[in-house]
């Protein structure tokens, strides 16, 4: 092979290498601020006090809570992170100029349940803090981070079926997205905060594609 004919393949395998660094190293930025602030929580706040942050709606109620087994929950969130790296990487190489808003909703996701999954690991259960009255649960750091790229992804999903298809596929597509959050979020009280979130989130993103559209997809 050719000196010419290399160049292009180190151009890619670099291109590559800063993909994962910049996916690790916002995956891991999520991470870290998360399990600090739940680390804060469990020192300053004492388990079991309340208190009002914003009365009648947000409020801080510190609980450490398990759902399941820390052995259940540490080996199968473990393949099921592993699984979503690979995926997330799957679609940025099979859509290449697709928006980083892929990355920064795998970050949110994967960043907020490996904080739990550490702090399961660590301490034997999450440190569950922040209240909003009407949501049906309180959640940890890692919970709020995950419940954003959560809210992200019907968005996400858009964005990324513009680049490839029709405007109408990819609006279709992310209907459906969302049509999915609001299942999860209607059988689990604990997600029902993430419905109104996601909701907001593309009502916001409705209102600038209005004034701003997206680029022609490419030929």
């Known amino acids: 092979m050719r000196a010419t004919d290399r160049q292009p393949l180190n151009v890619q395998a670099a291109v590559r290498r800063a993909y994962w660094a910049w996916l690790l190293l916002a995956l891991s930025v999520v991470s870290v601020a998360s399990l600090a602030v739940d680390a804060l929580v469990r020192e300053l706040i004492p388990e ?43 679609i940025r190489n099979s859509i290449p100029r697709a928006s980083p808003i892929l990355e920064l909703t795998g970050a949110l996701i994967l960043g907020g349940a490996l904080a739990n999954l550490v702090e399961v690991a660590t301490t034997g259960s999450v440190t569950d803090f922040f209240g909003i009255r009407g949501s049906g649960g309180i959640y940890s750091a890692g919970d709020l981070a995950l419940d954003i790229g959560v809210a992200l992804f019907p968005l996400t999903v858009f964005k990324l079926l513009a680049r490839i298809s029709r405007r109408r596929t990819a609006v279709t597509a992310g209907a459906a997205a969302y049509l999915i959050v609001v299942v999860v979020g209607l059988t689990d009280s604990r997600s029902f905060g993430v419905v109104i979130l996601t909701t907001i989130v593309l009502v916001a993103s409705g209102a600038v594609l209005l004034v701003r559209p997206l680029p022609p997809r490419p030929t």
């Open 48 to 90: 079991g006090r309340s208190f009002w942050i914003v009365q009648p709606v947000l409020y801080v109620a510190h609980r450490q809570n398990l759902d399941s087994p820390a052995v259940v929950q540490v080996s199968g969130g473990s393949v099921a992170l592993l699984i979503a790296v690979i995926a997330i990487s799957i």
